[in-house]
Each structure stands twice: as C-alpha cells, then as structure tokens.
C-alpha cells in the first residue's frame, strides 16, 4: 500500500520559515518523481514544484521561486519543501505527490492527506 505522509505544517507569521516533510512508503521511492501542490480555500489546486530522482528541480509559479526549495533523500524516502519568507498568500494545505513526467509536465500518481500551512500578517 503507498502511503505518503506530510508533516511540519502550522500557523507561522509572514516573513517566518516552515520545512514540510513528506515521507513515503510502498514504492520505490527512487523512481518517482516527488512532487508538492498546494490548494487554498476556494481555489484550484497549484503546482508548486517537482524534483526528480537526480535531484532536478522544477517549480511552479514565480511567486515561490527564490522562497520555496524542494529537496529528497533517497535514502530516507523523504522528500522536503523548504518555506522562507511566507507570506499570507501561502496560506493553502500543502500535499505532496509521486508520479512521473508524461510529455514534460508533471502527472501524480499517488498523493498524501496534506499538511495545513496559515501564514498570519
């Protein structure tokens, strides 16, 4: 059974930093592309990033590059995303995903329950 567990969410201040964690169990974790959305009140999911098993990263909207950085340990089965600067406007329930590249976009195949992040001005 594939399992994928967030954790490290919570309610910071703007300008503070969060590290989510997402840890994976019940594939082969090296194979996979990990991937983070990110899904606000009343609001379509977003893509915030990927990174393959090489360590390639890709994010999202502009708005979170140079913020945001995901990172993996293969070793652990874990993949992170790294949170500085927050701003309000990343308040969302943060999920992280397993899937593949399918003609250059990012396709998950399974995904966890997500970790809550409100960021307060």
């Known amino acids: 059974q594939v399992q994928l567990v967030e954790s490290g969410g919570g309610l910071v201040q703007a300008g503070d930093s969060l590290r989510l964690s997402c840890k994976v169990s019940?594939?082969?974790?090296?194979?996979?592309?990990m991937g983070w959305f990110r899904q606000a009140p009343g609001k379509e999911r977003e893509f915030v990033g990927h990174?393959?098993?090489?360590?390639?990263?890709?994010y999202g909207r502009d708005s979170v590059k140079g913020r945001f950085t995901i990172s993996r340990d293969n070793a652990k089965n874990t993949v992170y995303l790294q949170m500085n600067s927050l701003k309000t406007e990343d308040t969302a329930v943060y999920y992280c995903a397993a899937g593949r590249h399918v003609a250059g976009t990012f396709v998950d195949d399974y995904r966890g329950q997500g970790t809550q992040v409100t960021v307060s001005s």
């Open positions: 990174i393959t098993w090489s360590g390639t990263r890709t």
């Open positions: 019940g594939l082969t974790f090296s194979r996979h592309v």
